[in-house]
């Protein structure tokens, strides 16, 4: 997980509620559900906000073991919340045992008197996890928030459809599957 503040709950309640949460009140853990469409097709989108706090780092690899697609958020505002995404894409790999479903993104991009992580940064870091999609957000300003839940959605899908394909068997229920933000 990302350390607390960089504004996983505020992009997760902005996407399900299309309200903007200003208070930081540390997540242990809340799970989200939010029928959308996607290219037309219907979905049931189930996302789990994870704790960014230290205390509850072990959890991290439950939340790593029953995510289906993973969305990892650091702060524009933060340098060093960039330093946390390396160390925490390796595990779920490793937990995962496979390339996964997975979206990059820098929050507070409407908050550019205080940034401190330039574009690169973020674009460098995608290229280097194998062009991962990378996006920047803001949840006050609603800027691409229902992007980075779509392009997870898509890569879920792709993903799933490459291992039916192939004759991998379908672990558990389709309506099960989570959207994890960390």
């Known amino acids: ?4 503040g960089v504004g996983k709950s505020a992009l997760t309640v902005q996407f399900v509620r299309n ?4 208070t930081y009140d540390p997540t242990i853990e809340d799970t989200y559900r939010k029928p959308i469409i996607i290219d037309g097709q219907h979905c049931l989108v189930e996302i789990l906000d994870t704790a960014g706090t230290e205390q509850f ?17 650091f702060s524009l505002t933060h340098l060093a919340s960039v ?3 390396g160390p925490l894409r390796e595990q779920i790999v490793r937990i995962k045992n496979s390339k996964v479903p997975l979206v990059l993104v820098g929050n507070k991009s409407d908050l550019r008197a205080e940034r401190q992580v330039p574009r690169e940064i973020g674009t460098n870091l995608s290229r280097a996890w194998g062009n991962v999609p990378y996006y920047e ?5 609603r800027i691409n928030v229902d992007e980075i839940f779509a392009d ?17 068997k ?3 229920n389709k309506d ?3 959207c994890v933000v960390m």
């Open 170 to 172: 379908e672990k558990g």
């Open 137 to 141: 957000t803001s949840a006050r300003k």
């Open 176 to 178: 099960k599957k989570k």
């Open 1 to 4: 997980m990302t350390g607390g």
């Open 19 to 22: 309200v903007f949460v200003s």
């Open 152 to 168: 997870v959605v898509r890569q879920c899908r792709a993903f799933d459809a490459a291992h039916f394909a192939s004759g991998a």
């Open 83 to 85: 330093n946390e995404l």
């Open 57 to 73: 780092m072990a959890l991290k690899e439950l939340y790593m073991k029953s995510g289906h697609g993973f969305i990892l958020v």
